[in-house]
């Protein structure tokens, strides 16, 4: 069965400080796909990255980078240099091969304070 | 370039009565699927569509339905409404099963 875990529950940081959001998954597929998505308080899930199981280089876009880890299962998120308007919930999800069906851990609700 | 829009932004309804959701995909999608997110949790798959027949189907009951149409829009009913079915109900579409881009979801709360 496939699992994705978000261990921290909430996060809170000064603004500027850097944070790192966990994530691991579980699955049995050699081919799967894993994604953050962003959830502020409007509701609606915004796309951040999506990473297939044979890509595991790094990756940095501005501020926000993703380490991919497949001997630990792991796909943690970090921002860089935090800002108020990170404010949000974030999920890490999971699919199966390319089907587009998302397995979501339980998010991780970050409070970036000023 | 218009997103994933959502129909109605909320609703209350009673337990017993049915509801429908509506979707318009974002331009040029042409798979929707419908996601359930009770409060504090993660979003949970209910079902996708393709070329207007349901392709997956999560662990979710039979009172749950679901229909594409032609154009690509879609709708979600869901008959003998419970309790337990206030949530956020959210819509993603994609292309080609690439990554899904989601709508602000409408709001259900059931009396």
């Known amino acids: 069965a496939q699992k994705v875990t978000q261990a921290q529950t909430e996060i809170s940081v000064v603004e500027k400080e850097d944070v790192t959001l966990d994530c691991v998954y579980e699955?049995?597929?050699?081919?799967?796909?894993l994604f953050w998505y962003k959830q502020p308080p409007s509701g609606e899930l915004v796309f951040l990255i999506r990473?297939?199981?044979?890509?595991?280089q790094n990756e940095i876009s501005g501020r926000y980078s993703w380490n991919f880890q497949k001997s630990t299962s792991s796909f943690n998120f970090t921002i860089t240099a935090s800002q108020v308007v990170d404010s949000a919930v974030y999920f890490c999800?999971?699919?199966?091969?390319?089907?587009?069906?998302?397995?979501f851990g339980q998010g991780t609700t970050l409070q970036v304070k000023p | 370039d218009a997103g994933v829009t959502q129909s109605p932004t909320h609703l209350i309804k009673t337990r017993g009565q049915q509801v429908t959701l509506r979707c318009s995909p974002k331009?040029?999608?042409?798979?929707v699927s419908w996601y359930q997110q009770a409060l504090g949790q993660g979003p949970q798959f209910i079902f996708q569509?393709?070329?207007?027949?349901?392709?997956q189907r999560g662990n979710f009951p039979d009172r749950f339905s679901g229909h594409q149409f032609p154009n690509y829009s879609s709708e979600l009913n869901v008959n003998a409404l419970l309790l337990g079915d206030s949530a956020l109900y959210l819509c993603?579409?994609?292309?080609?099963?690439?990554?899904?881009?989601f709508g602000p979801g409408t709001r259900l709360t059931v009396l």
């Open positions: 993603a579409s994609s292309l080609d099963k690439r990554e899904e881009f």
């Open positions: 699955t049995r597929d050699t081919t799967y796909y």
């Open positions: 990473r297939n199981s044979f890509d595991e």
């Open positions: 999800a999971l699919s199966k091969g390319n089907t587009g069906k998302l397995i």
């Open positions: 331009s040029g999608h042409d798979t």
């Open positions: 569509y393709y070329e207007e027949e349901e392709r």
